[in-house]
């Protein structure tokens, strides 16, 4: 008997991992990054939904929400993917980081959007997982679909 197929949904500041034949999906991704992390063999993923590049910030707070920043999520993420899978060959896919507001992106250097790319691009690249696909940029919001079975996006 095959596996019915779920769809799970990743909220804004969360993470999801499930596996093929499951799908993950993220909606309003703007300034947002949707991060899909996946392993080919054994056909499980993770999706990431975050709001702000980093936590430094925010270092000093009783209670921190990892789900919502890059330095902190993605290295969560891959360190349950990796306990889930055997010599695991990790790939990413990234979407979102739009340029949602004229405001806050003229002399003040780069936007939020632009921030959160450079932070995920560089997280990956410190974890070694390769950026297969990109969809990042621009001025409108995404939503992020992902097909676990063979790691397709829509």
């Known amino acids: 008997m095959m596996a019915r ?3 799970i949904r990743v909220g804004i500041s969360d993470y999801k991992m499930t596996q093929a ?9 703007g300034s947002c990054i949707g991060t899909v992390i996946y392993d080919e063999q054994s056909k499980i993923g993770g999706l990431s ?31 349950e993917l990796q306990k889930q899978t ?3 060959r ?16 003229t002399q003040s250097g780069p936007g939020i959007g632009e921030r959160n790319i450079e932070a995920v691009e560089k997280i990956l690249r410190e974890l070694n ?8 940029g621009g001025n409108t919001g995404r ?3 992902v097909d676990l079975n063979d790691f397709s996006t829509m």
Request: hydrophobic content about 50%; proline content about 4%.
């Open 5 to 7: 197929e779920e769809e």
């Open 21 to 29: 034949p499951n799908k993950l999906i993220t909606v309003g991704l």
């Open 49 to 79: 939904h975050i709001m702000l590049p980093d936590s430094h910030f925010f270092a000093n707070r009783q209670e921190i929400k990892v789900a919502k920043f890059a330095d902190l999520a993605i290295p969560e993420m891959v360190k």
């Open 86 to 88: 055997r010599h695991a």
């Open 90 to 105: 990790l790939k990413a896919k990234i979407v979102g980081g739009a340029s949602m507001f004229a405001f806050g992106t």
């Open 129 to 136: 997982i390769t950026v297969v696909a990109k969809h990042v």
């Open 143 to 145: 939503t992020m679909v």
